[in-house]
Each structure stands twice: as structure tokens, then as C-alpha cells.
Nanobody, 126 residues
Framework: QVRLVESGGGSVEAGGSLRLSCAASAYIYSTYYMAWFRQAPGKEREGVAALNGDGTEYYLDSVKGRFTVSRDSAKNTLYLEMRNLKFEDAAMYYC????????????????????WGQGTQVTVSS
């Protein structure tokens, strides 16, 4: 079964932390490139973090130093560790699988996506 399932979202106070997980089917994990995206109400969906096949990490400028993307190949899972969360980080977070693409294209979602997860909501309160 081809699937992506996100989890770990929730409501947190500003300055708090969350860890998102994206469990992929073995087919997706071994075939596609994966990354995290987010979409806030009224805004375009944007790339947040990606992890290249060689381990290179890419981040949206506004989350650098606060978010960390990682993966566990034994669990076919991509993670997003989010620290020092800000109000502007509140959004629906999605993971996606797609053919390899350069970070600028991922960042602006300017490439075709093969599979999307259902999303997990992150709410940041005062």
C-alpha cells in the first residue's frame, strides 16, 4: 500500500517544541525523495525542510536553527523536530514524496508531487 501518514502535531505555547513524524510505506521510502511542507490559512503551501539522499539538509530561512529534519530508515520514517515555535509556525504540516528536485523548487513547491500525507495540525498559542 502506498501511503504517507503524519503524526505529532498539536497545540503548544510559543517557545515550545513538537516532533512530527511521517511514516511511509516501504515503496515510497525507497523510491522517492521526501520533505516537509506547511500551509497556513490564506497562504500558499511552502517547503519547510528536506533531507537529500546524501544527508544534506535544507530549510526554509525562517526555521533555520529551530527545526531539524531527520530520518530513520529502519522505520521508513521522516521526522521534523521543531523547537522554539513561533506564532508564524502555526499551520497544517504535510510530508510529501516526489522525484528528486533542487531545494529552490521544493521550497516554492514548483515541482510535481507524487504523494501527499493527510497532514498534521500545529497550533501555537501565547
Amino acid at each position: 500500500q502506498v501511503r504517507l501518514v503524519e503524526s505529532g502535531g498539536g497545540s503548544v505555547e510559543a517557545g515550545g517544541s513538537l516532533r512530527l513524524s511521517c511514516a511511509a510505506s516501504a515503496y515510497i521510502y525507497s523510491t522517492y525523495y521526501m520533505a516537509w511542507f506547511r500551509q497556513a490559512p490564506g497562504k500558499e503551501r511552502e517547503g519547510v525542510a528536506a533531507l537529500n539522499g546524501d544527508g544534506t539538509e535544507y530549510y526554509l530561512d525562517s526555521v533555520k536553527g529551530r527545526f531539524t529534519v531527520s530520518r530513520d530508515s529502519a522505520k521508513n520514517t521522516l521526522y521534523l523536530e521543531m523547537r522554539n515555535l513561533k506564532f508564524e509556525d502555526a499551520a497544517m504540516y504535510y510530508c510529501a514524496a516526489f522525484r528528486p528536485a533542487p531545494w529552490p523548487a521544493i521550497r516554492s513547491l514548483a515541482m510535481p508531487v507524487s504523494h501527499w500525507g493527510q497532514g498534521t495540525q500545529v497550533t501555537v498559542s501565547s
